[in-house]
């Protein structure tokens, strides 16, 4: 049985990412004082990989309005992220930063190495501003993933965080009605 990230800090890490044209310093301090995603996938130059980044980066100016930072994370060098920014279209829509991890030590601190190939799996931490795991989507390789339901969670998780004694229920959307958990409702959901 492994042990829920949920509610932990981030551990320690410090990695170059390939970010606007530059090759930028990233820490677990970086992501400290905002919302942040970080966003896992197996490898540069594949399949699934590039529709859920790009897919990502479709969504995030309205990410960004949000007060969030995205961090896509493989074990590929930063290098290696230039080179795919530079070779093709869909990745090259990406403003958000693209972290080499070839040692590996981010995404064993996140939980989601598969070991036997030194690759991630699909992984989507939504991380508060004091550096706390709030949501956690983990996939197989093969399964890709929405950020349009990425956003709508990241929408839940802030209201969440700014409305003590609320919840989100299924499928909640900004401006719907939310739940107030008390023993008046209870069985009656």
């Given at each position: 049985m492994t042990q829920s990230l949920i509610n932990t800090k981030i551990k320690p890490f410090k990695a170059t990412a390939f970010h606007n044209g530059e090759f930028v310093d990233v820490t677990e301090e970086s992501l400290l004082g905002k919302w942040s995603v970080v966003f896992f996938y197996?490898?540069?130059?594949t399949f699934v990989c590039p529709t859920e980044l790009g897919?990502?980066?479709d969504h995030y100016a309205k990410l960004q309005e949000?007060?969030?930072e995205v961090y896509s994370v493989s074990t590929d060098t930063h290098f290696t992220h230039k080179a795919w920014h530079d070779s093709s279209e869909t990745i090259n829509k990406i403003r958000f930063p693209m972290v080499g991890d070839p040692t590996g030590t981010i995404t064993r601190n996140f939980g989601v190495m598969i070991e036997e190939d030194g690759l991630a799996l699909r992984g989507t931490f939504i991380i508060n501003p004091e550096g706390e795991i709030k949501a956690i989507e983990t996939?197989?390789?093969g399964i890709g993933r929405s950020a349009k339901d990425l956003l709508r969670r990241?929408?839940?998780a802030q209201y969440v965080a700014t409305h003590d004694g609320e919840v989100c229920p299924a499928a909640w959307q900004p401006?719907?009605?939310t739940l107030a958990p008390s023993l008046d409702l209870v069985g009656k959901i």
């Open positions: 197996p490898a540069d130059f897919d990502v980066a949000l007060g969030v996939n197989d390789l990241v929408q839940a401006g719907e009605e």
